[in-house]
């Protein structure tokens, strides 16, 4: 079936950090991938999106690549600031646009 | 502005007890869905609507209802509620169906069942 995994949380990390958030997915076809942020007491945002097969999607600093043969969307930042301490999934969307399927979502915690 | 609303945004109730949680936008966006964010879990697709009069089962149909009367409107009917629809619900919309589309989140609505 269709799937996203997401690695494991929460993440903690010192102010200006690297991050790398790792994603696979398992789908039929090709799907779009996406970066969802979900901060505190809020709804999710889009954070960046790509929708074929190497592909870099890019916002606000964090970036992913589209990486069919690894079927992977890891998210990258080079560094953090607390600001961008949320939870963060990852999502796909098929062909037919109608489904959405997400990660369990990592939540990262940056301290000064 | 922009937005997705939802109401109520927190709401408590009994095992059996008729409940509807509205979702509206004003983007006048043709696709609307609802999905559960569970500990774990995710968020997981419940129903999604292509456009007025037309919907269909996400992953995760079991014990709930929406109807799609008008553009703007997308409301989750939950008809006889129990405890394991203890959740936190979202509605999102994009302009069109597609799998490149942006979804834009309404603010969720907490509910608990007892």
């Known amino acids: 079936g269709n799937s996203v995994t997401q690695m494991e949380g929460p993440v903690t990390l010192s102010e200006e950090a690297f991050l790398t958030i790792n994603c696979t997915y398992t789908a039929t076809g090709y799907p779009s991938l996406f970066w969802y942020v979900q901060y505190p007491g809020e709804g999710l945002q889009l954070l960046l999106k790509?929708?074929?097969?190497?592909d870099k999607g890019s916002n606000k600093g964090f970036e992913a690549t589209y990486r069919k043969e690894t079927t992977s969307f890891h998210l990258e930042k080079g560094s953090v600031q607390v600001s961008d301490s949320a939870v963060y999934f990852c999502?796909?969307?098929?062909?037919?646009?109608?489904?959405?399927?997400f990660g369990t979502g990592t939540s990262l915690t940056v301290i000064p | 502005e922009a937005q997705v609303t939802q109401n109520p945004r927190y709401l408590i109730t009994v095992t059996g007890k008729k409940l509807t949680v509205t979702c509206s936008q004003n983007m006048n966006h043709e696709y609307m869905s609802w999905y559960r964010q569970d500990p774990g879990l995710g968020l997981r697709q419940i129903y999604y609507?292509?456009?007025?009069?037309?919907?269909d089962k996400g992953d995760v149909p079991e014990g709930y209802k929406v109807s799609r009367k008008e553009k703007r409107n997308f409301p989750l009917i939950l008809e006889s509620p129990s405890p394991n629809q203890t959740s936190l619900y979202f509605c999102a919309s994009s302009l069109y169906r597609g799998k490149q589309e942006t979804q834009y989140f309404g603010p969720g609505t907490r509910l608990l069942v007892l």
């Open positions: 609507s292509m456009n007025v009069e037309v919907t």
């Open positions: 999502a796909l969307s098929l062909n037919t646009g109608n489904q959405f399927y």
């Open positions: 790509a929708t074929k097969a190497d």
